[in-house]
């Protein structure tokens, strides 16, 4: 081979390269943009304030009616997040069916970003006793999230090599919790300071739902410039088939039990994950008495220590192996959770401790848990097994929420309810332990990782 020629594939290899880290750096972005979604809005200002509005709904009983039926005001929040993943069901499959079939991932996840944009944007007209209106927006917007969630996940397999996605998935986990950090910074120095910013605290609250729908629109531009489709072979109607593609992905994957044993370990773990990032904030100002300034103080606690957790487990995934990085973090998560059953009420001290544990292993669990699923999934297939990872990821995660409103609507205990939620991180680990993962990656006919 002559020198020539040799130059010009290294040349055509720092291309290749430079275009990779351009796509990189473009996806994290999408971390950047719609985490704050989930930091500002649903764990730390809608479950309080919903929760609020949905009281002053109430019957005399403390009961409201949707649809006729009584519910305890106190579990509104919950169940309807719980409703709003069930709904995400029905919707993800087409996603990732779309996606696979026409190759357009971009105008897909631009479409989706942008709903969820906008319902969460709507949640400023949030008041009074509006509590049907803010369960219907938080369904729009969950759902939203999770269908551009299935998107921006499939990327990951095709912008970073194997040896490159714990650090790429890491970073992104990363950029989403930089960003919910430095809104909430904002989002606490408005409500702190509302009289001074001549606003009502109501008013301040439904800014700062408002803004984080601005947020997530606004910087879902970058992804939008920066990510590119890749052409498919695929042909079909999308819509028309995305639950058929689905049950072709299940059949698949019957093929490839060690995937699926995968998924049913993170269906159940994460499911207490989801719920514990959705139901804290309304457990600390419900049950242990904390102000809504508290509470997105320690929420800000745990963005910032996400950001060093994910960074940090990314690194022990080097040394030890996802897997095992990723049990000793459920470890961590079911002591974690145990604790916060004890936090005496009124001291935000100890909560703030128990947010310092849960920001630890928060960022990494997630990061790892999709660069490890990323080595299971079967070249050309990214889409359709991403989608099936969303459903476990936030399309199954409805039985957590709705143990969390079941366990307060019968004893009226929070405690009780965040207790409930060990039961999915002890059964996630032994799930987990039992696969095999090393040989998960050859059975997906993916090279296997040194470390993994």
């Known amino acids: ?118 319902a969460t944007t709507g949640m400023f007209f949030l008041d009074g006793d509006r509590y049907l209106l803010g369960g219907l927006l938080l369904i729009v917007a969950n759902a939203s999230v999770a269908v551009s969630m299935v998107l921006y996940n499939s990327y990951l397999p095709q912008i970073a090599p194997p040896e490159e996605r714990d650090a790429v998935s890491s970073r992104g986990w990363a950029f989403g919790y930089a960003a919910g950090s430095l809104v909430l910074v904002a989002n606490l120095i408005l409500f702190t300071a509302h009289d001074t910013f001549g606003v009502s605290e109501s008013t301040a609250v439904r800014i700062c739902l408002a803004s984080a729908g ?42 490839k039990p060690l995937t699926l044993a995968f998924l049913l370990a993170y269906l159940v773990y994460n499911d207490g994950i989801q719920t514990v990032i959705s139901q804290a904030s309304v457990y600390g100002s419900e049950e242990l008495g904390l102000s809504q300034s508290t509470l997105i103080v320690a929420v800000l606690l745990v963005q910032v220590l996400a950001v060093g957790g994910a960074l940090g487990m990314g690194r022990l995934a080097r040394t030890y192996g996802a897997k095992r990085t990723i049990l000793g973090s459920l470890v961590a998560w079911t002591v974690t959770l145990g604790a916060g059953y004890f936090l005496p009420a009124g001291a935000p001290v100890w909560f703030f401790v128990l947010a310092a544990g849960i920001g630890l292993v928060l960022g990494g669990s997630q990061a790892l848990s999709r660069s490890l699923f990323s080595h299971l999934v079967p070249s050309g297939k990214e889409a359709e097994y991403f989608s099936a990872y969303e459903m476990s990821d936030r399309g199954m995660s409805w039985l957590g929420p709705l143990l969390f409103g079941l366990t307060y609507q019968l004893t009226g205990s929070y405690r009780d309810a965040i207790i409930s939620l060990v039961a999915f991180f002890v059964i996630g680990f032994v799930l987990l332990a039992r696969v095999p993962v090393r040989q998960a990656v050859r059975d997906a006919g993916n090279p296997v990782p040194d470390r993994i």
């Open 214 to 255: 601005i947020w997530w629109g606004a910087f879902t531009l970058v992804p939008l410039k920066r990510l590119r489709d890749r052409p498919t072979d695929s042909t079909g109607t999308a819509t028309v088939h995305g639950w058929r593609q689905l049950a072709a992905t299940v059949r698949d994957m019957r093929g």
């Open 1 to 118: 081979m002559g020198t020539d020629t040799v130059r010009a594939q290294q040349a055509a290899e720092q291309i290749a390269v430079a275009e990779r880290r351009r796509e990189q750096r473009g996806w994290y972005f999408y971390d950047w943009a719609c985490s704050v979604y989930s930091t500002s809005v649903l764990t730390v200002f809608l479950g309080p304030y919903l929760t609020s509005v949905a009281k002053h709904a109430a019957d005399a009983d403390g009961f409201v009616h949707p649809l006729g039926i009584p519910i305890r005001a106190g579990s509104f929040f919950a169940y309807t997040v719980s409703a709003s993943v069930i709904m995400s069901i029905f919707v993800m499959p087409m996603a990732g069916a779309a996606a696979d079939r026409t190759g357009r991932k971009k105008p897909l996840l631009a479409a989706a970003a942008y709903v969820g944009a906008a």
